[in-house]
């Protein structure tokens, strides 16, 4: 009676190990496939990302523009936009630097005429790249995440600047970006083929002009 007891005991202790052993090698798969799953979504997501940006490029514009790229090569942008896409990015990132620099006017300048300036400057472009960015998600246009190397550089420059030196620099970078901006934004307006851009282009171009007005005005002031 012991012994058969004993043997009874025995096999159940078996069983429970069995059984133990058996859940430990279903957790250790359910692990590892967890761990195949995390590392076939982790390279999916690189190779989305190095495949968007082909050129290897760090600046933001160019990231930019190869992520769209490579939407319209997957068809997930119509490729009769490209030309619309391309003023996208170009607008974004020179909105993005108008308020920006004019931001670091607001800070370092003590000219009246500059900081009236400046605060139309971010007011009104702060307006526009929230519109440009709301257009752009519709369209599933990538914008650039931040200024272009080139802006970055500009707004370097100017950061280094102080007083007389930097009123003057601050009031011809908006003459000469407002004068290129305004031409880009024509052509946006008269040969551009997403009718929504186009539209929101030609609504803003007043607006630009204005600016421009404003900035020759300053221009003219603070060189005296």
Known sequence: MEIALQSSILSTAQSMAQFSY??????????????VIFAVSLFAAVSFIVSCNQS?????????????AQKIDSNLI????????KFAVAVANGGMAEVQISQLALSKSANYDVKQLAQMMVEDHTKANQALKELAAKKNITLPATISDEKQKK???????????????????????HTSTIDLFKKEA????????KAWATAIIPTLEHHLEMADSTKARVNR
């Open 22 to 35: 058996s859940v430990l090698i279903i957790n250790q798969k359910k692990l590892s496939m967890k761990k």
């Open 155 to 177: 707004y370097d420059k100017l950061a280094s600047e102080s007083g007389s030196d930097f009123d003057t620099d601050y009031a011809d970078c908006m003459v000469d970006d």
């Open 190 to 197: 008269n040969n551009g083929n997403d009718s929504d851009i």
């Open 56 to 68: 290897g490029s760090t600046d933001s514009t160019t990231i930019a523009k190869d992520a769209n």
């Open 78 to 85: 119509n490729d009769s936009i490209t030309r619309d896409t």
